[in-house]
Every structure is written in C-alpha cells, then in structure tokens.
C-alpha cells in the first residue's frame, strides 16, 4: 500500500467513514465518553470499523476523538486510562482492516478538549492552561503513533488557536496532518457573502493567518506541516440550506477562496459533514434530515468545489458512505 503521503498525489478522491457515535447509539451503547467503548465494547467498536470498511471507505478514524485525559476526567473517569483507550482504538481498527482484506489508510482522531483554552480565553480561571492543552494532545497523538495510524486528523476544532495548538504538538510526529473545523453560518455586511466561523469567530482566512503566524509554535509556520484542511460535523441549528451536504460546499468552497486570496500553496480539502440538522423525535432521540441518496445527490458539487477526502459525521451511516462510495466508482 502506497504511504497516505504518496497516496494525496492520487487524482481520485478518497472516502473516508461516517459517524461512529451514531453507530454506538444503534447498538444500544450510550456512554459518559465513547472511547470508553474501546474497553467495555470492543466487538462493537471492530464492527463499526468493518461495516464502514464494507460500505466502501478506504480511510477510517481511531475512536479517540474524546480519548484526552481531560474528557475522561470530565467523565469521572481515571485520567491514567487514556493511553490504555488510544491503543485499542487503534488494535481495533488494524483488526477491522485485517478481517478485510482491503488496503486500508487509519486517521488518528483528535479531538478538541472540553472547553475553551487559555490562548483564546485569555487566563486560565476561564480556559485550560495552553501548557495542559499540549500536553492532553501530545499524550493521545504519542500513543496513535507508536500504534502506527497512517496520519493524523485534527477535528472538529472550535478554534483555530486551538487546531494550531495541536498541530504544533503532532508535527514532530513527521506524520501527514489533517486539520478539520467546525464552522456556522454567518454573512459578511459588507459583501454579503456567506463566510463560516469556529465559535470563537475563525473563519478559515483566519485559520491560516493563525497558522502561518506562528504565534503558537515559537514562530514556525505551521502550514508546511499540513496536508489537509476542511470542515467537519456542522453547528447550524437554524439554516437547513446550511447544514450537511452544503454546509460542506461552501465550507470547502471558504477554504479554496482563503488558500486563493493569500497566494498559497493548495492543501487538499476535505469535508465530512453531519446527515443534515439534528431533530428530536417523539422519544427525545436525536434524528437527521439528509438520507444517503439527498447527501450524494450533492457529491458532484462538493467534488467540483474542491472536496478531496468525503465522508460523514453525526447522524452518516454506512449507507451514506456506501452511497459515496458507488458514485465516486462510477466517476473516476
């Protein structure tokens, strides 16, 4: 199997899993912290690897996006467990890939820490001390890459403060980094023209203003260590024209303009956005609007606007990613 750095230079997009929570929820498995899972539950984290594997992906994420010793804390549980959840989570992915057969790439998930952190908060009574920050981070991706993941994916990042913290502490991994954001609507009043910003007003110019500015990585630029960048889950509660599947276009369509504008040197994109808003049914359980067939009947735009790696998250299953998969067959 080629590295996943060489395999970047490929023309054919990759197709990466869907959500693995939502996964957890169809078998019955609620948990304080999901990678908990990788102890209580290891049959079912293997099986929800295998089925996305079956549907079609040929990258697949670590159940670690919640593994940080501050999340397991949060959940009353033993910081000193962390590393023990980050390497089942990546045994239970290669057993997936061993069952398959396939040639199989592994995203190591990180995820951002449970709450804001001091260098967007601007003390530590408020935020989590930047020195806790990288040491929470560089404790999960030190165990994903002794585990051997193929890259790591910087996810669902409310901050680019934070998503430069982060990949500041991994790069010294000499792994290929994908760095994904949570972004929400909001428009321009001068333009008028739709730009998505983190909760803590990044939109993606800024992320890479933040990046290359090196105010969080002793002056390094840190877009020479990034490979990938792009937008992840979705936060809109009130647009549905901007969750899902065109949240993930314009979201990658924000980077390409950004990456444009500041004259540098294209990354590839990546989207894997949520099944469309979040609704609670006559149960309080949490449903999503956009089917398989909705989502990829928007896949051509998504490619054309850049997107490289596609795949899901809250509320995609293997359908989706199945769906995904035929279409991209189909094309390339």
């Known amino acids: 199997m ?3 750095i060489d395999r970047l230079q490929d023309p054919t997009p990759l197709i990466f899993d869907g959500g693995f929570g939502t996964e957890l929820f169809a078998r019955g498995i609620e948990l304080a912290n999901s990678a908990l899972a990788n102890e209580l539950h290891p049959d079912a984290v293997t099986d929800i690897h295998s089925v996305y594997i079956e549907a079609g992906a040929n990258v697949i994420g670590t ?23 980050v390497r089942r989570a990546v045994e239970h992915a290669k ?7 396939k040639e199989i790439y592994i995203a190591g998930s990180i995820g951002p820490l449970p709450g804001a952190i ?24 030190t165990v994903l890459a002794e585990e051997g993941v193929d890259f790591f994916c910087i996810e669902t ?65 840190l877009l ?11 936060a809109e509660s009130r647009r549905e024209e901007h969750t899902g599947m065109p949240y993930a276009i314009n979201g990658v369509r924000n980077f390409k ?19 469309g808003k979040a609704h609670l ?24 606007a850049g997107a490289y790696v596609i795949g899901g998250c809250c509320g995609t299953g293997p359908a989706h990613i199945k769906a995904f998969r035929e279409y991209v067959n189909s094309t390339h």
């Open 157 to 221: 990042m409310f901050s680019s403060k934070e998503a430069a913290l982060a990949t500041d502490v991994v790069r010294k991994f000499g792994l290929p980094i994908a760095v994904n954001s949570i972004y929400k609507y909001t428009k321009d009043k001068k333009t008028g023209n739709v730009v998505y910003r983190t909760d803590w007003g990044h939109s993606a110019e800024d992320l890479l203003d933040i990046f290359s500015s090196g105010e969080l990585s002793d002056g390094d630029d």
């Open 118 to 141: 001091e260098a967007d908060s601007g003390d530590t009574q408020f935020g989590i001390a930047n020195t806790i920050a990288r040491d929470a981070h560089e404790k999960v991706a």
């Open 63 to 85: 159940n670690t996006f919640v593994a940080s010793f501050p999340h397991l804390e949060m959940a009353g549980k033993d910081a000193s467990a962390s590393d023990k959840l």
């Open 95 to 101: 057993t997936a890939i061993e069952k398959s057969g």
């Open 257 to 275: 303009a950004a990456m444009d504008k500041k004259g540098i040197q294209p990354k590839r994109l990546m989207a894997y956005p949520n099944a």
């Open 281 to 304: 049914d006559d149960k309080h359980r949490t449903y999503y609007t956009q089917s398989p067939e909705e989502m990829v009947g928007y896949l051509p735009e998504l490619l054309k």
């Open 2 to 4: 080629k590295k996943f």
């Open 224 to 234: 020479n260590s990034v490979h990938i960048l792009g937008v992840n889950c979705g």
